[in-house]
C-alpha cells in the first residue's frame, strides 16, 4: 500500500518563475490538502481539493493555484516566484467519508528554494 | 479562525525521563486533536490523535489527554528515548464554510540526551 507520493524532491527556481509541484495521495484516500513550512515553523494550510474542486482556502494569495484530477492527484502552482516562498511544500491525503473526523498524512516534500 | 498555541517551544530531557507538551486552541467546535512527530528533512508523522468524546488514550509510550472545558490538550511521552528527539506539532481543526481545515502549532523541539 503506497504511502503519499509528491514530486519532486527539491527544487530551486529564480524570482519570477513559475513552479508545480506533484503529489499522489494514499491509496484509498480522496482529498488532499497542501501546506507551506518555512523553516522552524508549522505548516500553514494553502488550500484543499475535493472531488477535483478547490473547497477551502488559506491565507496566500491568488499566485498559488492548484488542480486535482480524477485519480485523486494534484498539483500545486505557484506563479511570479518570490524569495520569500522559499519553504518545504507539503502534500497531505486523508479520506472524507462525511463525518468530522479524519486523519491526514503527509507526502516527503518538496524542497523548493527561490534564488 | 482557530488559533493553536504550543508551548514550550524546547525541552530538554534525560534520557527515561518524561516529558510533557501542552497546547490550547480556541474553536470550541474543534473535535479532533492529532500529534506529529517531524524529524529533521523529513514529513510529520501522525503518532497519536484524540476525539472529543474521550479524554485520554494511551499508544505504548505516549498519551494524549484532553480537556474540553478548558480547551487544552497534552502529548506524554514516558520513558524517553534518544530516537524520541524530534518537532512535535498539535494541530485543531478549524471549520469554515462547512468544511474543516487543520491548523498547526508552532512546534515543540524536544531534545533527549542519553
Known amino acids: 500500500d503506497a504511502g503519499v507520493t509528491q514530486s519532486p524532491t527539491h527544487l530551486i527556481k529564480t524570482r519570477g518563475q513559475q513552479v508545480t509541484l506533484r503529489c499522489s495521495p494514499k491509496s484509498g484516500h480522496d482529498t488532499v490538502s497542501w501546506y507551506q513550512q518555512a523553516l522552524g515553523q508549522g505548516p500553514q494550510f494553502i488550500f484543499q481539493y475535493y472531488e477535483e474542486e478547490e473547497r477551502q482556502r488559506g491565507n496566500f494569495p491568488d499566485r498559488f493555484s492548484g488542480h486535482q484530477f480524477p485519480n485523486y492527484s494534484s498539483e500545486l502552482n505557484v506563479n511570479a516566484l518570490l524569495l520569500g516562498d522559499s519553504a518545504l511544500y507539503l502534500c497531505?491525503?486523508?479520506?472524507?467519508?462525511?463525518?468530522?473526523?479524519?486523519?491526514?498524512?503527509f507526502g516527503p516534500g518538496t524542497r523548493l528554494t527561490v534564488t | 479562525g482557530e488559533n493553536v498555541e504550543q508551548h514550550p517551544s524546547t525541552l530538554s530531557v534525560q534520557e527515561g525521563d518524561s516529558a510533557v507538551i501542552k497546547c490550547t486552541y480556541s474553536d470550541s467546535a474543534s473535535n479532533y486533536f492529532p500529534w506529529y512527530k517531524q524529524e529533521l528533512g523529513k514529513r510529520p508523522q501522525l503518532i497519536i490523535d484524540?476525539?472529543?468524546?474521550?479524554g485520554e488514550k494511551k499508544d505504548q509510550r505516549i498519551a494524549v489527554t484532553l480537556n474540553k472545558t478548558a480547551k487544552h490538550f497534552s502529548l506524554h511521552i514516558t520513558e524517553t528515548q534518544p530516537e524520541d528527539s524530534a518537532v512535535y506539532f498539535c494541530?485543531?481543526?478549524?471549520?469554515?464554510?462547512?468544511?474543516?481545515?487543520?491548523?498547526f502549532g508552532t512546534g515543540t523541539r524536544l531534545l533527549v540526551s542519553p
Open positions: 497531505a491525503s486523508s479520506f472524507d467519508p462525511g463525518t468530522p473526523f479524519y486523519e491526514q498524512y
Open positions: 484524540i476525539r472529543s468524546n474521550v
Open positions: 494541530a485543531a481543526p478549524s471549520w469554515s464554510t462547512g468544511f474543516q481545515k487543520l491548523v
